[in-house]
Each structure stands twice: as C-alpha cells, then as structure tokens.
C-alpha cells in the first residue's frame, strides 16, 4: 500500500472507483434504467393507442373538414390522441437518441443532434397537443 | 475511453460479421423508427392543418394525395406497422419469451408477413372507405 506514490494519491485520497471512472471524472450515470424503462412503458402504451389512432383515420378516409375536426374533437378521441402525441414523441426521442449515441461518433456533431431531436420532440408534441386542444375547445 | 481507437459501431457490418435475419431486423426496426419518427412530424403538421382549417387543410389534404404523399404516407404506415409488430417481438423477449434461436427466426418471418398482411389489410379498408 505504500509504495511509489502515484498522481492519483497526490492529488487526492484513494477511493474505490477505477482508474477510468476516476480520470473521466464523471462518476455514475445514476439514471441508467430510466431510459430503458421508459422506452419500453412508452411502447406498451402506444400498442393500443395506436389501433385506436389507425382505426380512427382510415375512418376519416375522404371526410370533410368538418366532420374531421367534429369526429378528433369527441373527448376520447382528443385525449387518445393527445397520450398518442405524447408517447409517440416521448419514445421517438429515447429512440434517435440511442442512434445518434451509437452511430455518430464525433462528439460535437452528436451533442448537435441529440439537441436537436430533444428541442424537435419537444416543438412537434407540444404542437400536436396545442392543435388538438384549439380542434376539441375551438370547433 | 480507456482505448481511444477502439473500433466504433457499426464496424463488425459487412466484414466481419454476416448478416441474417435476426441481424437485418434489428436494423429494420432502427431504419423503421427513424422513418416512424419523420412521420409523427407529419401527423403534427396534418392536425395543425386541421385545426386551421380553410386554406391550410386544403393545400395539406391536396399534398398528401398527390404521389409524393401518397408515397410518403405508404412508408410511413409500412414502417409504423412493421415498428409495431416488431416491437412486441421485443417486448417479449423482455419478459423472457421466445429467446430460443428457432423461436427468434419464427417469430421474424412471423412479424415479416404480419407487416405486409396488416399494412394491406388497413390500405383496403382505407382506399374502399373514402372511395
């Protein structure tokens, strides 16, 4: 245990992470499940609202748009599709960012995108969300 | 990081590693999720279309039945099914089910044909519909 001392005692006491853990400096992720989890509770809850969604449009095949806006307005459709908006978003982001974090190696480029599809996800539920409530509220 | 020229994914593809279905699949189903994901942009686009009415759910309902929406909303609906189908696939091998190699090549041409049956199947109950 004594010894040589290394750089690592020098500039602090020893503690039990690994030499990589300790020189990155960042410690544990702490959220390592939670993306996981949410991928998946986000994909159980689209099973069902997406037969509801598909079976709602083809329905609307060829209707005008009054009885399009009149049919999405109906409170179970407008929350249907509000909770399909938001899972379909929510899940869209956890998935593009595991591509972005597998395929695109340079990091300036990868913070980039993850940004983006963050700041896109966000804008495109928050816009389907403001659309359906002005189609149910608004007529 | 401790090796910084570590091979980076998706290295082993095409040379080292031959593909097969259960390899393919699992690509599809990221192709399909991006495509998937282009289309829930469509889909708030299309309800914005609708919510200001007039001019805007006109040009949006001339756009999608032009060829290239036509197009575009035949690759969504593909990819979206195939998503779907494949995406039970793994959430069964979440909860253990179905791990077993032939059991994964049955349940793959399984989710394969389902694809093509399922997104037939809602084309022609859709185009006889609105005709």
């Known amino acids: 245990m004594s010894g040589t001392k290394t750089p690592d005692d020098v500039v602090r006491p020893r503690d039990f992470r690994t030499p990589v853990g300790r020189a990155r400096g960042l410690g544990s992720g702490k959220t390592g499940t939670g993306h996981f989890w949410w991928l998946r509770v986000t994909s159980v809850a689209l099973i069902p609202l997406f037969a509801w969604f598909i079976g709602t449009l083809v329905s609307l095949v060829g209707a005008d748009l009054a009885t399009v806006q009149t049919v999405l307005a109906r409170p179970f459709n407008a929350i249907t599709f509000a909770l399909f908006a938001i899972a379909t978003f929510w899940h869209s982001k956890l998935g593009l960012q595991v591509v972005i974090e597998d395929y695109i190696h340079q990091r300036a480029l990868e913070i980039t995108l993850q940004l983006l599809v963050t700041f896109a996800c966000a804008a495109g539920a928050l816009a389907s969300l403001y659309a359906i409530a002005r189609i149910a509220l608004l007529g | ?131």
């Open chain 2, 1 to 131: 990081m401790a090796n910084r020229n570590r091979p980076l994914s998706p290295f082993m593809l095409g040379t080292l590693y031959r593909l097969q279905i259960t390899s393919v699949m699992s690509l599809m189903h990221r192709v399909t999720g991006i495509v998937a994901s282009v289309g829930a942009f469509g889909l708030a686009w299309w309800l914005l279309a609708v919510a200001r009415g007039g001019e805007a759910y006109a040009s949006a309902s001339d756009l999608l039945a032009s060829p290239l929406g036509m197009f575009a909303l035949a690759a969504f609906s593909l990819a979206l099914v195939y998503h779907l189908l494949n995406g039970i696939r793994h959430l069964l091998w979440d909860i253990g089910w179905g791990f077993e190699l032939p059991e994964v090549y049955r349940s793959g041409y399984a989710v394969v044909a389902l694809t093509f049956v399922l997104t037939a199947a809602i084309w022609f109950v859709a185009l006889r519909g609105g005709a």
